[in-house]
């Protein structure tokens, strides 16, 4: 099999590079993508009952970055989104994250910012650089609201202490103590106007573009001759996993639908303290759909065994060296790229995948214009799975 250049994986990251160089450089790019669709993680489609889902989770698109926004905009349009989510606990709903609102509810009274900010700084647990998760939180906000909104929930979605984890991961939700309930502060939040996978559909849309759906790349890499490889899946698996394994979290959804227009009062319900269940999420409540019916989906959290999908890295100080470790070998590549949030082991969110890409681009692209289709002849990887 033959490419000039050849992507591992259908999602944004895959995507996005197969569309730059066959719309720039007239370029044949083949992508291998495991799963039966395209649009990896950002996939959506119609249940029976014609309600538009999430399949893999939900997907709010928001950006600080003009370049992103604009560069997407060139395969969709827009609806804008503004993600209210809810946080259930001790028995009630509260606006979150933490902001004015959910102060209020929480002292069962208007307040203001000057209260609230005194209420916070008497509980704050001075940590000058926290270290992990928990402190993370901690520093923030207290014990109180902490237990109450923070630490059920990190258990549960990664089964792992929170003091193992990385202070990035909680850092993710803004605290604020003026009234904001937004789940997000990008200056853009929108959903694509027609879904995710339409999207995807104009975005390669290209007759340069081939797609090879349902195949593993480890089947095809060691019978391809292509000038570039971009490899978006787990790096890991790449590798053969020739150091420790690096360890990724997975979720199992269910899903229940109703006869009534909306099920429940947000887009997303958290449930930290109660259920097996980390959210449900009705997405009906951002993508605009107007039916008689709704789904909502839960969110189980499981650990990734090789026979699910590998959804998030998990961020430790000890997987970060494993993941160095990869990161080495990945830089003597001189015919390999990784790109994405498997292959760089990062929790990124959809706009960064796609920043990621267009600078992968702009490093890579003379390169490979000027190169000969020599292609992979000989090439002794390991055999590539996940
Ligand atoms: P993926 O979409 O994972 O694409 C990689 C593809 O590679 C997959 O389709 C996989 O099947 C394929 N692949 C892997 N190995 C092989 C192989 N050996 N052979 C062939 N194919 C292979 N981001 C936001 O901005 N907002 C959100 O609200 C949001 N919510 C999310 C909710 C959940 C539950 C999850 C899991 C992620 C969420 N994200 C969100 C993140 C977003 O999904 C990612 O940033 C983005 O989809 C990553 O794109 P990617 O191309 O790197 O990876
Ligand atoms: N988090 C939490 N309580 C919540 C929501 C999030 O403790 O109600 C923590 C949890 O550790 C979670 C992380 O913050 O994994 C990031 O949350 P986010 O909503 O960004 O998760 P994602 O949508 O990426 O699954």
Not at 12 to 23: D, I, N, Q, V, W
Not at 218 to 236: K, S
Not at 255 to 277: G, I, K, L, S
Request: charged share 25%; with cysteine; glycine share 6%.
């Amino acid at each position: 099999m033959k490419a000039d250049v050849t992507i591992v994986g259908c999602g944004l990251a895959g995507c996005t590079l197969a569309e730059r160089f066959a719309t720039e450089y007239g370029l044949h790019c083949l992508i291998i993508e495991k799963r039966k669709h395209i649009a990896g993680n950002c996939f959506d489609a119609h249940d029976r009952h014609g309600v538009l889902l999430h399949e893999y989770g939900p997907h709010y698109f928001r950006t600080n970055s003009d370049k992103v926004r604009e560069y997407l905009s060139r395969f969709t349009a827009w609806r804008p989104a503004d993600y209210r989510i809810l946080s259930y606990t001790g028995g009630r709903f509260f606006s979150f994250p933490i902001n004015l609102t959910t102060f209020e509810q929480l002292i069962g009274r208007p307040s203001t910012q000057p209260e609230m900010e005194e209420y916070l700084a008497a509980r704050r647990i001075p940590i000058a650089n926290p270290a992990n998760a928990e402190q993370a939180v901690l520093a923030q906000v207290g014990h109180e609201l902490y237990e109450m909104f923070f630490k059920g929930y990190t258990q549960k979605q990664w089964q792992r202490d929170p003091r193992e984890l990385d202070a990035s991961i909680c850092r993710r939700i803004p605290i604020r103590t003026y009234r904001d309930e937004r789940y997000f502060d990008d200056k853009f939040q929108a959903i694509p106007a027609d879904g995710y996978t339409r999207m995807f559909e104009r975005l390669i849309a290209h007759p340069k573009i081939q797609i090879l759906l349902g195949a593993d790349a480890a089947q095809i890499l060691p019978q391809l001759e292509t000038r570039h490889l971009f490899y978006t899946g787990p790096i890991d698996a790449f590798y053969g996993h020739r150091f420790d394994k690096l360890p990724y979290r997975s979720l199992r959804f269910e899903r229940d639908t109703y006869e009534e227009e909306f099920h429940q009062p947000a887009v997303q319900v958290n449930f930290p303290n109660d259920h097996p269940y980390t959210r449900t999420v009705e997405v009906k409540h951002v993508t605009g759909q107007k039916l008689p019916v709704t789904t909502v989906l839960r969110e189980f959290p499981e650990e990734y065994t090789g026979a699910n999908e590998p959804y998030y890295p998990v961020l430790t100080e000890a997987t970060r060296d494993t993941y160095r470790r990869y990161a080495a070998l990945a830089e003597q590549e001189e015919r390999i790229t990784f790109v994405g949030r498997l292959a760089t082991y990062q929790y990124y969110n959809m706009d960064q995948v796609v920043a990621q890409a267009l600078q992968t681009f702009e490093k890579t692209r003379e390169k490979i214009a000027s190169q000969t289709a020599s292609g992979f002849a000989g090439w002794k990887r390991p055999a590539a799975g996940s």
